[in-house]
């Protein structure tokens, strides 16, 4: 019998109006993205903002995203440049994060920002959260749906698991469609990228014909993903694996490894997008078995596998 939460909603008439009424009064719903879920609020308001913060125990130098239904809903917080507009027209609305200068007089709550004279913003792809947006006049704060340097949510249930009642509503919109966090790339100055995500570097690199550094030195935190320590099942996570032992979980790719009761297969056909989308209901799922350890094998880092390499190195460090 399937379980029944008393504040997981389908987006239907009534739960629409109950989502914009509580938006409006400065509260946090959580909302479905095609990445994952996130924590939504007023990106306006200190109040929102401070409830997000809160809520998901997050350091204030960790930026937040700010979500827009479209360009004219972003144009009087960011400074659009040539590059923005060749990746938007390319991309959105989609799994890619932008990081832009901030417009002098925008509205944006210093703390989203971490008082930074940048700005993350998305334009996020889910049918669900476009026609919330679509109803709002301000943008959105939403980070993942989860407790900072935890695992991202990508089903409503992995909400509740992570805040109980302590959200009014979360938005059913079933399990995302990608499961990791958007593509980050900074536009602000030299073009980099802060995130690997589903759109590669090689995507951003055709579509503005240029060169396109990947972030590697990068030590000032300016966008989501730059933590040391993030994504983490909260046990000790080892890359490069053959094998596991007793008491220790097996992260697999392929076919050729068995069925046992402690292996975990991101996928048995090798497919790299169908892995992403796996990682972390598998890492949540070993989390919930009391595993002392995890290993991993080698993934293919290519396409979608960079981010998700990415992801398991963040989760793979101590603190």
């Not at 994060?97 to 989203?112: A, D, E, P």
């Not at 930074?116 to 939403?142: D, E, G, Q, W």
Request: proline share 5%.
């Amino acid at each position: 019998m399937k379980k029944i939460y008393s504040n997981i909603n389908l987006l239907k008439k009534n739960t629409f109006i109950k989502v914009i009424k509580l938006l409006k009064k400065k509260h946090i719903v959580a909302l479905p993205t095609e990445t994952v879920y996130g924590l939504a609020g007023n990106a306006y308001s200190k109040s929102a903002v401070n409830k997000i913060f809160k809520l998901k125990k997050r350091p204030k130098k960790n930026p937040l995203i700010v979500h827009y239904l479209n360009l004219k809903s972003a144009q009087k917080d960011v400074c659009f440049n040539e590059n923005f507009l060749k990746l938007y027209r390319k991309f959105c609305p989609g799994p890619i994060t932008f990081i832009l200068k901030r417009k002098q007089g925008s509205k944006i709550n210093n703390y989203v920002s971490s008082n930074l004279n940048t700005v993350a913003i998305r334009f996020p792809k889910n049918s669900r959260t476009r026609k919330i947006l679509k109803k709002l006049n301000f943008p959105l704060a939403m980070p993942s749906a989860n407790k900072s340097k935890g695992i991202s949510p990508v089903s409503p249930e992995d909400v509740y698991d992570e805040f109980r009642d302590k959200i009014k509503i979360i938005v059913d919109g079933g399990k995302c469609r990608i499961g990791l966090e958007s593509t980050v790339v900074d536009l602000s100055d030299k073009i980099k990228i802060l995130r690997p995500g589903y759109i590669s570097s090689n995507d951003i690199k055709k579509t503005l014909k240029r060169k396109v550094d990947l972030n590697k030195n990068q030590k000032k935190i300016i966008s989501p993903g730059m933590m040391k320590l993030h994504y983490s099942p909260g046990i000790p996570v080892i890359l490069n694996q053959k094998k596991a032992g007793k008491n220790v979980a097996f992260i697999t790719f392929g076919k050729k490894y068995s069925n046992s009761i402690n292996n975990f297969n991101l996928s048995k056909k090798s497919n790299l997008n169908e892995a992403a989308r796996n990682l972390y209901k598998v890492l949540r799922e070993i989390k919930s078995m009391n595993f002392k350890k995890i290993h991993v094998v080698k993934i293919p880092n290519i396409g979608i596998g960079v981010a998700i390499n990415d992801r398991l190195k963040h989760a793979a460090n101590k603190k």
